[in-house]
């Protein structure tokens, strides 16, 4: 396990003029472009790599190579980044810097793949945000379009370098909530099926002859249905992400509310192409046999029952009033709590399909079959130069943490992304019970842990102390992180 941290508050995102290129000519850098203006991020997304000892004889040198042994020539590369929705209302650009992957990042780690590809392979980034995204502006307002932009015309090479959309459904929501519908792919060239069968987290939830009504927000329900029955639990996977050799997670560092944070494991869920197979919740509270909110709002059902009308109706006139009741009665009950749709630490469903989807990731070929022996590398580089608390992952508070954390582990470097957040990693079932698995495994014991921050190499407790900064926590989720 190889954990790396940088961390300095000074830390700020460069804007994109000098297309996120180093303000210094190191001596391993290829691009022949440099920034008239300080990039810092680059700098501690260097000094990151180098901290965690890779290619450790050679830092410093022409040949420095940091991710030469995970990318190998040839591979095809794809960067899962965290890309969830362009700028809305009212917010900031720090604010919306707290919730999307800044191009910054990405460009620098980008050169060090292209590095270790030695002129051989392909390099693709993106995500699938929400279906309702605007990716033109998404990609714009991230500095990813910048980056793309670099590698195509102002310093195009041999390798290529794709900004990718990996959705399958899209829709526009106007000012009413009314839905229409911009992209809708039935056909199966573009992703691939996963059954996770019984090895599924989910499966737990047929005992005793149990049937779960499972949903997902803003799609039709009879979907899912169809995706998930007992010993049945069907994913539908980018094929971008399916055929690469090499998966980089590009998270931001941020919280959750149906899962606690964000980061690595629940970013899997931007690998998939249909997000209508996925099950963010139950519906109904507890008593009713479902997660989807605390008993004590248990007459907040009818709206979801009103949801779930509003996305199968075949009436169009229907469909358009459904929609617009269920939007506008959201965004009153909002105010008074954000529990509804599983957002609160009853959600026991959530954390679920997201480490299913993260053993998929590593253990699933490229034609859907599963292998126990992972098929491909999975590391990943976090993003917290402005973190994001509160209501992540679509309204958080900025953070200004200043921080680029490295781990060739997800599970381990969301365990420790959890402690720069000030929070116990054993609270949250997605990394509790993913570091328990047997099965499709996504991590091996580690006797002696230890992290690298800046210059010092510390036990998991005492850089917990060290760090110090507890997030605020989503609002329904009290002290429960």
């Given at each position: ?182 992209l809708h792919v039935e056909k199966d060239g573009l992703w691939v099926e996963v059954d996770l069968g019984g090895s ?213 470097g969301d365990y420790v992304n959890c402690l720069s957040m000030g929070y116990k990693p054993e609270s949250l079932p ?29 036990t998991f407790g005492d850089y917990a102390k060290r760090f110090g900064r507890k997030f605020r926590s989503p609002s ?6």
């Amino acid at each position: 396990m190889i954990v790396s941290v940088i961390q300095d508050q000074t830390i700020k995102y460069p804007d994109s003029r000098d297309y996120f290129s180093p303000d210094s000519a190191w001596p391993e850098y290829r691009q022949q472009h440099i920034s008239a203006r300080p990039n810092p991020v680059y700098r501690a997304v260097r000094e990151c790599l180098a901290n965690a000892g890779l290619d450790r004889e050679n830092f410093g040198k022409p040949n420095w190579n940091p991710l030469r042994g995970m990318v190998q020539p040839g591979n095809r590369v794809f960067l899962l980044c965290n890309f969830v929705e362009q700028k809305v209302g009212r917010a900031s650009d720090d604010d919306f810097s707290a919730k999307c992957t800044h191009g910054s990042v990405i460009r620098a780690l980008i050169d060090y793949v292209l590095l270790a590809l030695e002129g051989r392979g392909s390099v693709s980034f993106g995500n699938a945000p929400l279906q309702s995204c605007d990716w033109s502006s998404v990609v714009q307002q991230t500095g990813a379009k910048q980056v793309e932009e670099f590698y195509a015309r102002v310093n195009p090479g041999s390798v290529t370098v794709r900004l990718t959309d990996l959705r399958q459904h899209i829709i526009r929501r106007d000012s009413l909530g009314v839905v229409t519908t911009d992209l809708h792919v039935e056909k199966d060239g573009l992703w691939v099926e996963v059954d996770l069968g019984g090895s599924s987290l989910l499966d737990a939830l047929y005992a005793d002859g149990t049937v779960p009504e499972f949903r997902v927000l803003d799609y039709d329900a009879r979907r899912i249905k169809r995706c998930h029955g007992k010993a049945r639990h069907l994913y539908l996977m980018s094929r971008h992400v399916i055929e690469s050799d090499v998966l980089i997670s590009v998270p931001k560092l941020k919280t959750h509310e149906k899962v606690g944070i964000t980061c690595g494991i629940k970013g899997c869920v931007g690998a998939v192409a249909h997000k209508d197979c996925l099950a963010h919740h139950r519906f109904g509270p507890p008593k009713q046999g479902g997660d989807e909110m605390p008993d004590k709002f248990s007459s907040l059902t009818f709206f979801s029952a009103v949801h779930d009308r509003a996305y199968s109706s075949e009436s169009n006139f229907g469909r358009r009033a459904l929609h617009s009741v269920n939007y506008l009665s959201r965004k009153v009950i909002r105010r008074f709590t954000r529990s509804m749709s599983g957002s609160w630490p009853g959600n026991d469903t959530c954390w679920r399909m997201a480490v299913d989807l993260a053993r998929i990731v590593e253990h699933a070929d490229k034609e859907g079959r599963l292998h126990q022996e992972k098929v491909r590398k999975h590391i990943m580089l976090t993003d917290g130069i402005i973190a994001g608390e509160g209501d992540g992952p679509l309204s958080p508070s900025p953070v200004y943490l200043g921080m680029i954390g490295f781990s060739d582990n997800v599970v381990w470097g969301d365990y420790v992304n959890c402690l720069s957040m000030g929070y116990k990693p054993e609270s949250l079932p997605m990394i509790r019970e993913a570091l328990r698995l047997k099965e499709f495994s996504l991590s091996s014991p580690v006797t002696d842990p230890m992290i690298r921050l800046n210059d010092e190499r510390l036990t998991f407790g005492d850089y917990a102390k060290r760090f110090g900064r507890k997030f605020r926590s989503p609002s329904e989720w009290g002290e429960t992180l």
